[in-house]
Structure formats: structure tokens, C-alpha cells
């Protein structure tokens, strides 16, 4: 997998996956064609964490950070290292879509986070899943980032990727099913 090449080790990781009745070209093709518009939880919680200050609209993918990986057909590496428990949180001035400058990257007072999407064949369907990991640069920085976690990893975070790991699912399923 991708995501152990840009963060082997962690401070912080969820994981969600999903069996689709589907194959794993159409599963990767609704992930990547899925809307904002389509997940009212993803909207909801933009609007509350950018207070009106994001787009809400435009492909899902958006959502996650930076791209950095891509692996093979049907895997991506999304990441960027910030002060995710700031109000309104900064963002380290990291080269876009560098995945060694991300790595790398050790300055304190940092998260470095990277969210992995693959599709994996099954049987007759495939499994979704998405993976979230987090290294913090220093002891503080893993301080401040440990009460967000928790509070981010039941609510936000999580309902996002199980929003999004549904609405896939019916997407791939009834274009597999058309």
C-alpha cells in the first residue's frame, strides 16, 4: 500500500473499508466522480469547521488533502502537514503533490496526515476502504493533536469516510446493476 511509503509509522490511524457488489474498475470510477453535493454529513461538517470560508460543491476527492501517490489503478495517497487543532488551521509550506518533500518533512509543531483510498478485487465484488494516518513532528504538537483526534475520529473524520464509503457503494452498485 501506498500510505506505508509516505508514513511507515504513526501516531494516530482509522481505518474503513467496504465489501461493493461491484467490480473494481466501476467502484474506482464512483469514488472518483462523487460529489460534495451528493453527502449532506460532508457538507454539514465543512460548513461548521470552514465557517462558510470552503467550497462546498465539486468532486469528493477535494475533500481530502493534496494528492501525493498515486498506486497503480486504483489506490491514491491524499496528505499535508497542518495545525489541524487550530480554529482555523495552517498548513505546513510544503511543495504541492511532493510525496518525498512529505515524508521528509520533521519541523516541529507539525500533524503530517495521509489518507489512503484503494479498491481491492473480491470475489464477484471488491472492498473499498480508506485509511488515515497521523505522525506529529514533536512531543507538542502530539499534545495539542491527541484531544482533536479523538474528537475528530468519532465524529467528522469518521462520518466522512462512512458517508463516503456508502455513497460509493450505491453508486458503483447501481451502475453495475444498469
Same mark, same amino acid.
Given at each position: 500500500?501506498?500510505?506505508?511509503?509516505?508514513?511507515?509509522?504513526?501516531?494516530?490511524?482509522?481505518?474503513?473499508?467496504?465489501?461493493?457488489?461491484?467490480?473494481?474498475?466501476?467502484?474506482?470510477?464512483?469514488?472518483?466522480?462523487?460529489?460534495?453535493?451528493?453527502?449532506?454529513?460532508?457538507?454539514?461538517?465543512?460548513?461548521?469547521?470552514?465557517?462558510?470560508?470552503?467550497?462546498?460543491?465539486?468532486?469528493?476527492?477535494?475533500?481530502?488533502?493534496?494528492?501525493?501517490?498515486?498506486?497503480?489503478?486504483?489506490?491514491?495517497?491524499?496528505?499535508? &502537514? %497542518?495545525?489541524?487543532?487550530?480554529? #482555523?488551521?495552517?498548513?505546513?509550506?510544503?511543495? =504541492?503533490?511532493? @510525496?518525498? !518533500?512529505?515524508? /521528509?518533512?520533521?519541523?516541529?509543531?507539525?500533524?503530517?496526515?495521509?489518507?489512503?483510498?484503494?479498491?481491492?478485487?473480491?470475489?464477484?465484488?471488491?472492498?473499498?476502504?480508506?485509511?488515515?494516518?497521523?505522525?506529529?513532528?514533536?512531543?507538542?504538537?502530539?499534545?495539542?493533536?491527541?484531544?482533536?483526534?479523538?474528537?475528530?475520529? &468519532? %465524529?467528522?473524520?469518521?462520518?466522512? #469516510?462512512?458517508?463516503?464509503?456508502?455513497?460509493? =457503494?450505491?453508486? @458503483?452498485? !447501481?451502475?453495475? /446493476?444498469?
Amino acid at each position: 500500500m501506498k500510505l506505508d511509503h509516505l508514513l511507515p509509522s504513526y501516531d494516530f490511524r482509522s481505518h474503513y473499508h467496504r465489501r461493493i457488489a461491484a467490480d473494481a474498475e466501476t467502484t474506482w470510477r464512483a469514488f472518483r466522480s462523487l460529489t460534495v453535493e451528493e453527502l449532506p454529513t460532508v457538507r454539514l461538517l465543512l460548513r461548521l469547521r470552514g465557517l462558510g470560508r470552503l467550497r462546498l460543491s465539486g468532486p469528493v476527492t477535494e475533500v481530502f488533502p493534496i494528492p501525493l501517490l498515486a498506486g497503480g489503478h486504483h489506490e491514491e495517497v491524499r496528505g499535508q &502537514a %497542518g495545525k489541524y487543532w487550530q480554529p #482555523r488551521p495552517s498548513y505546513a509550506p510544503l511543495p =504541492a503533490g511532493d @510525496a518525498d !518533500a512529505f515524508r /521528509d518533512f520533521a519541523e516541529p509543531g507539525w500533524a503530517k496526515a495521509a489518507v489512503g483510498v484503494r479498491v481491492v478485487p473480491d470475489g464477484d465484488g471488491c472492498v473499498l476502504s480508506a485509511e488515515t494516518r497521523v505522525k506529529c513532528t514533536d512531543t507538542r504538537s502530539l499534545g495539542a493533536f491527541a484531544p482533536y483526534w479523538i474528537l475528530i475520529k &468519532a %465524529g467528522g473524520a469518521g462520518l466522512i #469516510r462512512l458517508e463516503t464509503l456508502r455513497a460509493v =457503494a450505491a453508486r @458503483a452498485e !447501481a451502475a453495475s /446493476d444498469a
